[in-house]
């Protein structure tokens, strides 16, 4: 009688410890691309980063690339990151070497997916290792608002969250899109054309609008909360024009591998992109 006594608190104290310490475990959506969507989950864009040169005869296979993903998902954020002797280098690529390839020597082309997943060689058929990191359900959404008058950005970066996160980063890039140069080719993509003339250079990279191109902290990234980010600054003197001014946002975490991302073009006032 003793024994079953003491066995009967025993189990009664551990039912009131574990309801009075009750731990949440969150559910986690599907991120296959392939999965349907979910109510109230985000879509899950990828970021492509394609480091390239007009000068650079093997960086028209990763534009060609490019171009393949972006016919076959709505998905897909792309920036080009201009090295070397090029009219559209990017000062601040040095960061950017030391963020994905710390180790290593740096050739162009280089092509990451995410920032730091390397997008397989040959890239163009390698397709769906970009639109495998797609999907119709995250718990992280992004949309970006945008006004550009009389010299100035107005930017607002909206991130809404459903799951609690922490460790996150906000990177914001101000891209130009429609510059036109020729491109170098030493491949067969584009017919292989070489040079290709008055070649089309889109989502180039111009500035990084956030303190860090590796991304500032954010706080506050609980369950329904919504947190937005306001920019201003003047047109930067390398846009050439500014009606072809065009925006990337993306958030990473502690590793810098990004979550989700969006882009935006100018002037351009965007809701989430929620499942109903």
């Not at 963020?99 to 058929?125: G, H």
């Not at 993509?189 to 991304?215: A, C, D, M, Q």
């Amino acid at each position: 009688m003793k024994k079953i006594y003491l066995l009967s608190l025993l189990f009664g104290s551990f039912l009131f410890l574990s309801c009075s310490d009750t731990n949440v475990v969150e559910n986690k959506p599907d991120q296959n691309s392939a999965a349907p969507p979910i109510s109230g989950n985000f879509k899950k864009h990828v970021l492509i980063e394609d480091y390239t040169g007009t000068w650079c005869g093997n960086c028209a296979r990763v534009a060609y690339a490019v171009e393949q993903v972006k016919q076959q998902t709505d998905k897909a954020v792309t920036v080009a990151i201009h090295d070397g002797n090029d009219p559209y280098s990017y000062n601040g690529i040095d960061s950017l070497k030391i963020l994905i390839s710390p180790n290593s020597t740096w050739a162009l082309p280089i092509a990451r997916l995410n920032r730091m997943t390397v997008w397989t060689y040959p890239e163009p058929t390698n397709i769906q290792q970009a639109i495998d990191l797609t999907g119709n359900n995250t718990t992280l959404g992004v949309a970006l608002n945008s006004t550009i008058a009389n010299g100035t950005i107005n930017l607002d970066v909206n991130m809404k969250f459903i799951q609690n996160y922490t460790g996150l980063k906000l990177v914001v890039y101000l891209l130009e899109d429609h510059l036109i140069y020729d491109q170098r080719n030493y491949t067969n993509y584009f017919n292989g054309i070489n040079p290709i003339p008055n070649f089309e250079h889109n989502h180039v990279l111009r500035k990084y609008i956030t303190k860090s191109i590796w991304g500032d902290a954010l706080t506050g990234t609980n369950y329904n909360a919504t947190i937005t980010k306001s920019f201003s600054l003047t047109i930067p003197t390398n846009i050439s024009n500014p009606t072809n001014i065009s925006f990337a946002a993306f958030i990473v975490d502690s590793n810098n591998n990004v979550l989700n991302a969006r882009a935006s073009l100018a002037n351009e006032n965007q809701a989430f992109e929620v499942n109903p």
